[in-house]
């Protein structure tokens, strides 16, 4: 199990457009890949619950992955944090 | 009529009323299993089908339009929303009725949000919902428009129906929308005319209808008079010949023809201005006026209220540095919940740094704000009013006492955020050598520095003519200005209206002027004299 640390920079928050490019990025790795923030959680493979936890910008979140392609998909996301998220 | 402005530009043309018919929940019992498989069979193809005709779509339209569209391609295909349609299909309720209850549950969820971004995602759930159940009554979109300069009307638009448009559409005007629902987003990547939340007027359009819509002014006009419409065709060439400009110069970096990089950046008040600054081309924003968040409320904006409008602001600015001006208001502005004294002369009186200075909670306030934001992006802080090295100490003091009580109560900041001032008032201009020792850099706020320097009020109309930026002595202390800060080794920038003036450009570039602050859309127009001019 991994588990990463990351800011949302986007100051609408986590919201459709982002989300949607990580259904679509975790969709590529067998892992379960779990969101949580806020107190709440969600399973990475629904935009409908990204969406409704309602993530701020500004606020942190944190990502679990588990599987046995884990090493790739937490590496996968951390670029997807680092290059694609800043444009949005 | 009068809506919410969306995306800029001015178009004429001809009304096409587009009605939304609405679908009904039946009501009807599945009798059996079979018939339970054939429904369930009957939402995957419609899924199926609805996913392919966007991904058709998405084929023949921009990257960022297709990124929209693929938001709608993923609700269609959410596991959560497979799961609850499927269960209501398995507890004998037809697949097209399944779709529209738990489409329905969705959009209450988002509607019922606290945040104009997360509400107008319920339009997006609403347009795949009606999606799937258009598939499933076999219906075609499309609409037969013959001609061209159609403007569309409507109750709402769905991002779907917003990307659909056909190329023939100038405008679109709707009843219901927000500036924050991705038919707006659309719009603006389009560049075409919308004004949405117009109300339950819009409704007396009919097909067929002459129109004006002002994008930018978020106005609707309904069979004008020749005079409104000769009116806004001149408008429109204006806009389009801006547009050209800025179409031409966008990308372009700000760069002399001998190879000097200038800075160009915007002075913004709101977070919709940021917006507007980036699309102009703003590499930053040299002032932030803090003004609006005193104004118009009943009591003193608190910290956190203040934190979020900061962080709002640097969050939006994607790294760009960012220039945050302090409280500047005085007795001409008079707030309900801070009375100031009727003042003879308001503009020599008790106003901006004057009044933080003496009403240190409302100063330490607004600084530990803007520090807690300042871990969002870059900041720089800037006092306003700066009269004396005197004056530049004591707010510097309280900048000092600040950090440390945000160091001790162990909140964030970042300790290394540079702190200048507007050069404003002749004193500050003639011993602009003292203050740059101590300040990190300079503003040259030419508005204020003019009628300080020329004895004239610029509010005065009677005297308007005397109000001139280009006075010699004007020029002589603003060249005296940024001689001593370049001596003294520290950015000098200009924000006040002659930073803005094409005319002005080449004489601040020859004066050694390397940082330009204006309103976003002069920045295409001096940037043109910029490439053209030379330093030396």
Redesign the interface.
């Known amino acids: 199990m991994i588990t990463k640390e990351y800011m949302i920079?986007?100051?609408?928050?986590m919201?459709?457009?982002p989300a949607?490019?990580m259904?679509?990025l975790a969709r590529k790795y067998q892992s379960t890949i779990l969101l949580k923030a806020g107190g709440k959680e969600a399973r990475l493979?629904?935009?409908?619950?990204i969406?409704?936890m309602?993530i701020?910008?500004?606020s942190p979140v944190t990502l679990v992955f588990e599987g046995i392609d884990e090493g790739g998909a937490a590496a996968a996301f951390d670029l997807f944090f680092a290059q694609n998220l800043?444009d949005w | 009529m009068k809506g919410i402005g969306v995306s800029p530009g001015i178009a004429i043309g001809r009304a096409w009323v587009l009605r939304s018919k609405k679908a009904r929940v039946s009501g009807v019992l599945l009798a059996d299993e079979d018939a339970v498989e054939r429904e369930i069979g009957i939402y995957r193809i419609a899924v199926a089908s609805a996913v392919a005709s966007l991904e058709a779509m998405m084929g023949k339209v921009g990257k960022a339009e297709a990124e929209i569209l693929e938001v709608q391609v993923e609700l269609l295909r959410d596991p959560q929303m497979e799961e609850d349609v499927v269960a209501m299909i398995t507890g004998r309720m037809p697949a097209k009725d399944a779709v529209l209850k738990v489409t329905e549950q969705l959009v209450q969820i988002f509607v019922n949000m606290d945040d104009d971004y997360m509400r107008a995602r319920a339009a997006d759930m609403q347009d795949a919902g009606m999606r799937l159940v258009k598939v499933m009554d076999g219906e075609e979109d499309g609409a037969g428009m013959v001609g061209g300069d159609w403007i569309v009307i409507a109750e709402d638009l769905s991002p779907s129906e917003t990307v659909g448009l056909d190329h023939r559409v100038q405008a679109f005007a709707t009843q219901m929308g927000g500036a924050t629902s991705h038919a707006a987003i659309v719009a603006r990547l389009r560049g075409l005319p919308a004004v949405v939340g117009c109300g339950s007027d819009l409704g007396i359009v009919a097909n067929g209808d002459l129109l004006v819509v002002d994008g930018e002014m978020g106005v609707v006009f309904v069979n004008p008079d020749d005079e409104v419409i000769d009116i806004y065709r001149s408008k429109k060439e204006t806009y389009a010949e801006r547009q050209q400009l800025l179409l031409r110069l966008k990308d372009r970096e700000a760069m002399t023809a001998d190879g000097i990089r200038i800075q160009l950046l915007a002075n913004i008040a709101t977070a919709r201005d940021m917006e507007q600054a980036l699309e102009q081309g703003a590499e930053g924003v040299g002032l932030l006026r803090t003004e609006l968040l005193f104004m118009d409320r009943e009591r003193l904006p608190t910290e956190d209220e203040q934190l979020d409008f900061y962080k709002d602001i640097l969050l939006r600015s994607g790294g760009r540095a960012v220039t945050i001006r302090t409280l500047d208001i005085g007795g001409d502005k008079p707030l309900p919940y801070l009375p100031l004294p009727k003042e003879a002369n308001p503009f020599l009186g008790y106003r901006a740094i004057r009044i933080c200075l003496d009403r240190t909670d409302i100063f330490k306030t607004q600084l530990r704000a803007i520090l807690r934001a300042s871990v969002f992006g870059k900041c720089r802080l800037m006092f306003p009013m700066i009269g004396s090295v005197q004056e530049l100490r004591q707010a510097k003091d309280i900048v000092a006492i600040v950090k440390e009580e945000l160091t001790a109560s162990g909140a964030a900041f970042d300790p290394g955020v540079p702190v200048g001032i507007m050069i404003e008032i002749p004193s500050a201009a003639l011993t602009a050598d003292l203050l740059a020792k101590e300040a990190d850099f300079f503003s040259i706020g030419t508005n204020d520095l003019v009628q300080y320097v020329l004895a004239v009020d610029r509010m005065n109309e009677k005297i308007a003519a005397l109000y001139d930026p280009f006075h010699p002595a004007v020029l002589r202390l603003i060249r005296e200005v940024i001689g001593q800060g370049h001596r003294q080794g520290i950015p000098v920038g200009m924000c006040g209206e002659l930073a803005g003036d094409p005319q002005a450009t080449e004489l601040l570039l020859e004066m050694g002027l390397r940082e330009f602050s204006m309103a976003a859309v002069s920045i295409p127009a001096v940037k043109e004299v910029i490439l053209q001019s030379k330093c030396i």
């Not at chain 1, 920079?9 to 928050?13: D, F, H, R, T």
């Not at chain 1, 493979?45 to 619950?49: F, M, P």
């Open positions: 920079l986007a100051p609408e928050g919201h459709a457009r949607t490019a259904v679509k493979n629904s935009l409908l619950n969406l409704s309602h701020k910008g500004g800043k």
